[in-house]
């Protein structure tokens, strides 16, 4: 593990100045941004209901600004089409993913409003 990788508290509070994209839906928020806790410099993330209660789960990493900003696109639309995906793994690689190790989660089914 790189020192790097535990390098998270020098992203608090300057998100805005790290975003390379951001979406948001009605139920979904898909992240690219960059990143100091990662080997990679630039990660997406979605968040969406129907995968581990709506928490950011990291679907791609990148090396460039122009990689991260194709991320961006290409999980914009993964997740605006149908069907959604039947699971996404999180990949992070920052230093508690690695500790946490590799992680899926299936999509959920929604719960019927009474």
């Known amino acids: 593990m790189s020192p790097r ?3 998270f508290s020098s992203m608090l509070y300057n998100y805005e100045a790290r975003k390379v994209a951001r979406y948001e839906g009605s139920d ?3 992240s690219t941004c960059a990143v100091t806790d990662s080997d990679y410099d630039y990660e997406t993330a979605i968040s ?3 995968f581990d209660h709506g928490h950011f789960i990291v ?3 990148c090396r460039t600004k122009e990689q991260a900003k194709a991320s961006h696109e290409k999980w914009v639309q993964i997740m605006t089409h149908e069907p959604l995906p039947k699971e996404l793994s999180d990949i992070s690689k920052s230093g508690f993913a690695l500790l946490r190790g590799r992680v ?3 999509i959920q089914k929604e719960e019927k409003k009474s």
Request: charged share 20%; hydrophobic share 40%.
């Open 5 to 7: 990788s535990l390098d």
């Open 28 to 30: 979904l928020i898909v």
């Open 48 to 50: 969406h209901p129907l």
């Open 59 to 61: 679907v791609e990493n």
């Open 104 to 106: 899926t989660y299936k």
